[in-house]
T-cell receptor
Framework: NAGVMQNPRHLVRRRGQEARLRCSPM?????VYWYRQLPEEGLKFMVY????????ESGMPKERFSAEFPKEGPSILRIQQVVRGDSAAYFC??????????FGPGTRLLVL | AQSVTQPDIHITVSEGASLELRCNYS??????LFWYVQSPGQGLQLLLK??????LVQGIKGFEAEFKRSQSSFNLRKPSVHWSDAAEYFC??????????FGTGTSLTVIP
């Protein structure tokens, strides 16, 4: 049973470009969470999604950030017009029946 | 407000010595409590969790944690530390269908 998968593992973008981060939850999991980790800090919640629905986006910046979890395919976290402050590790977690969250390996985004 | 406090930013112990990592939380509902471990450049691995029942929970790699409601604490312990335990440790609190709140982490160094 494969764990949570994220790709790419590392992503380099120039300021103003778009970043797309993908997350495939564990088999059987229908709940996906995105977190951001800045250097020397803990994880900060961004958004919680179920298939085709955003349940809680209270942690998402109001501009440039969006997330989706379509009926088919992975969840996508999209960052438009990236800035240097977006450089961070972005982690996806999935859960079943709203219990324990299992984390993927993360995507390290570097904005030049 | 919901929050997790890990008072110790960095801990150094000798291999074979005992370990205790502190975690205090503030949460408005019945808390589900978790400890995760993160190795450099990696994702978060679940060590153990507490939902209800016996307040002393056993996890992987010889770790245990004790939930003390009166102190709002969920401290992680290990009787004898191994060099491979060197990593970042995160305490988290949450409840079903809601985001997790993470502490800022405790970095563990193990001296041979």
């Amino acid at each position: 049973n494969a764990g949570v998968m994220q790709n790419p593992r590392h992503l380099v973008r120039r300021r103003g470009q778009e970043a797309r981060l993908r997350c495939s939850p564990m088999k059987g999991h229908s709940h996906v969470y995105w977190y951001r980790q800045l250097p020397e800090e803990g994880l900060k919640f961004m958004v919680y999604l179920q298939k085709e629905n955003i349940i809680d986006e209270s942690g998402m910046p109001k501009e440039r950030f969006s997330a989706e979890f379509p009926k088919e395919g992975p969840s996508i976290l999209r960052i438009q017009q990236v800035v240097r402050g977006d450089s961070a590790a972005y982690f996806c977690a999935s859960s079943n029946q709203q219990e324990t969250q299992y984390f993927g390996p993360g995507t390290r985004l570097l904005v030049l | 407000a919901q929050s997790v406090t890990q008072p110790d930013i960095h801990i150094t112990v000798s291999e074979g010595a005992s370990l205790e990592l502190r975690c205090n939380y503030s949460y408005g509902a019945t808390p589900y409590l978790f400890w995760y471990v993160q190795s450099p450049g990696q994702g978060l691995q679940l060590l153990l969790k507490y939902f209800s029942g016996d307040t002393l929970v056993q996890g992987i790699k010889g770790f245990e944690a004790e939930f003390k409601r009166s102190q709002s604490s969920f401290n992680l312990r290990k009787p004898s530390v191994h060099w491979s335990d060197a990593a970042e440790y995160f305490c988290a609190v949450g409840s079903p269908g809601n985001q997790f709140y993470f502490g800022t982490g405790t970095s563990l160094t193990v001296i041979p």
